[in-house]
């Protein structure tokens, strides 16, 4: 009906819109209380800046539109990162913004999510004490949320990050990785690939063959016309690539065995961070990512929330949008298995570098429609 909204029916008039407006009202209020600025960013971006941030995949999760003079442009898909673009032109060095808006995603056929949803969130740049900032951006939504019926997960980015740079392998082959951290089943795939690497096909030996001796001219000319979108010279670099990987020596098994054992760490903070600890003593490159997790803890328990019993999920956060490179949480609608997260956030440093200039951000967000549902507000 086109009074329904996101997990809300008849909330487009009347009482229904009422309730919505009083519940966005009201989280505003609450991050305006902790020294959030409002801010509202355009509905429309252009899609360049989000392309070259979160890659061509995003065409398929976003509405487009195509304007002869501002040229293609995006429904906004979130709100972070024309958040960080704004506070990125201020020029200031710290800052903390609310928002309240409708973004939109596009949906796999069939499938009966929303494609506008509300979301109102919380975003704050340039604060130097990581460990409290994190704690305080969860906190301030955790209060928002105080009385419905969420469980809160937790997790970090550092660990997986770190990690990949511990490895024993070439650069190309780490940042082949990085591109997938979001995608785990794949990353897991190209992992095993580069400890266990299979034998090439005919085809592609023969390929590798002609590369190494130099008669890749002769081999490619032997294939008969060039058929496809790449041309001779592009083919020619991509088998320089390939040739170059195929001597690139294994990474170390154990290697590999530590980190998918620290990706597989589930349990209440201070268990896992015994659990890390472990595995640091072989992969000391983690140490200082499982330092921060447990200021973060510290910090958290500062709140009256007692930080070390969280969830901790080390690989929780991998299926967002490809932003996050610190801490990571949500909190998940108990009991309501039809319902989103109903709020979720992070640190995204790395974003500020791409726009630009790296500053220190954390922010989150909480969906009032999913939340008015879980609460029985609907009218």
């Given at each position: 009906?086109?009074?329904?909204?996101?997990?809300?029916?008849?909330?487009?008039?009347?009482?229904?819109?009422?309730?919505?407006?009083?519940?966005?009202?009201?989280?505003?209020?609450?991050?305006?209380?902790?020294?959030?600025?409002?801010?509202?960013?355009?509905?429309?971006?252009?899609?360049?800046?989000?392309?070259?941030?979160?890659?061509?995949?995003?065409?398929?999760?976003?509405?487009?539109?195509?304007?002869?003079?501002?040229?293609?442009?995006?429904?906004?898909?979130?709100?972070?990162?024309?958040?960080?673009?704004?506070?990125m032109q201020s020029g200031a060095e710290a800052g903390r913004y609310a928002y309240a808006g409708s973004v939109w995603r596009r949906q796999?056929?069939?499938?009966?999510?929303?494609?506008?949803?509300?979301?109102?969130?919380?975003?704050?740049?340039?604060?130097?004490?990581?460990?409290?900032?994190?704690?305080?951006?969860?906190?301030?939504?955790?209060?928002?949320?105080?009385?419905?019926?969420?469980?809160?997960?937790?997790?970090?980015?550092?660990?997986?990050?770190?990690?990949?740079?511990?490895?024993?392998?070439?650069?190309?082959?780490?940042?082949?990785?990085?591109?997938?951290?979001?995608?785990?089943?794949?990353?897991?795939?190209?992992?095993?690939?580069?400890?266990?690497?299979?034998?090439?096909?005919?085809?592609?030996?023969?390929?590798?063959?002609?590369?190494?001796?130099?008669?890749?001219?002769?081999?490619?000319?032997?294939?008969?016309?060039?058929?496809?979108?790449?041309?001779?010279?592009?083919?020619?670099?991509?088998?320089?690539?390939?040739?170059?990987?195929?001597?690139?020596?294994?990474?170390?098994?154990?290697?590999?065995?530590?980190?998918?054992?620290?990706?597989?760490?589930?349990?209440?903070?201070?268990?896992?961070?015994?659990?890390?600890?472990?595995?640091?003593?072989?992969?000391?490159?983690?140490?200082?990512?499982?330092?921060?997790?447990?200021?973060?803890?510290?910090?958290?328990?500062?709140?009256?929330?007692?930080?070390?019993?969280?969830?901790?999920?080390?690989?929780?956060?991998?299926?967002?949008?490809?932003?996050?490179?610190?801490?990571?949480?949500?909190?998940?609608?108990?009991?309501?298995?039809?319902?989103?997260?109903?709020?979720?956030?992070?640190?995204?440093?790395?974003?500020?570098?791409?726009?630009?200039?790296?500053?220190?951000?954390?922010?989150?967000?909480?969906?009032?429609?999913?939340?008015?549902?879980?609460?029985?507000?609907?009218?």
């Amino acid at each position: 009906m086109v009074s329904d909204r996101a997990y809300l029916k008849l909330a487009r008039q009347g009482a229904g819109l009422n309730a919505v407006r009083d519940e966005v009202g009201r989280l505003m209020a609450g991050f305006a209380a902790n020294g959030a600025e409002a801010v509202e960013p355009a509905a429309l971006l252009p899609a360049d800046v989000l392309i070259d941030l979160y890659g061509e995949d995003l065409r398929s999760r976003a509405f487009t539109t195509c304007d002869p003079v501002q040229g293609e442009q995006m429904l906004r898909p979130d709100f972070t990162v024309p958040v960080a673009q704004m506070h990125m032109q201020s020029g200031a060095e710290a800052g903390r913004y609310a928002y309240a808006g409708s973004v939109w995603r596009r949906q796999e056929p069939g499938s009966d999510r929303p494609i506008e949803y509300l979301q109102c969130g919380l975003e704050a740049f340039g604060e130097a004490n990581t460990a409290h900032a994190d704690a305080e951006i969860f906190a301030i939504l955790a209060e928002a949320l105080r009385g419905a019926e969420v469980a809160p997960v937790t997790g970090d980015m550092g660990i997986i990050l770190a990690g990949i740079e511990a490895l024993d392998t070439t650069a190309p082959r780490k940042a082949a990785l990085m591109r997938h951290l979001w995608r785990p089943e794949r990353f897991k795939r190209l992992l095993e690939r580069y400890a266990m690497p299979p034998e090439p096909s005919e085809s592609r030996a023969a390929l590798l063959e002609a590369t190494a001796t130099g008669a890749l001219d002769d081999y490619l000319a032997e294939q008969g016309p060039t058929i496809g979108l790449r041309s001779p010279d592009e083919i020619k670099s991509r088998a320089e690539i390939l040739l170059e990987d195929a001597a690139t020596p294994p990474i170390p098994m154990e290697q590999v065995n530590l980190l998918e054992r620290a990706l597989a760490v589930s349990a209440p903070m201070r268990e896992a961070i015994s659990s890390l600890r472990e595995i640091a003593t072989e992969m000391p490159a983690l140490s200082p990512a499982i330092d921060l997790i447990e200021a973060r803890a510290e910090a958290i328990s500062a709140f009256e929330i007692d930080g070390f019993q969280l969830p901790f999920e080390a690989s929780y956060g991998r299926t967002t949008l490809e932003y996050y490179n610190g801490f990571v949480f949500g909190f998940t609608a108990v009991n309501r298995p039809d319902l989103p997260q109903i709020a979720q956030g992070g640190r995204y440093g790395a974003l500020t570098r791409a726009l630009g200039r790296e500053v220190p951000a954390v922010g989150g967000i909480i969906r009032p429609e999913a939340l008015l549902s879980l609460n029985g507000g609907q009218p």
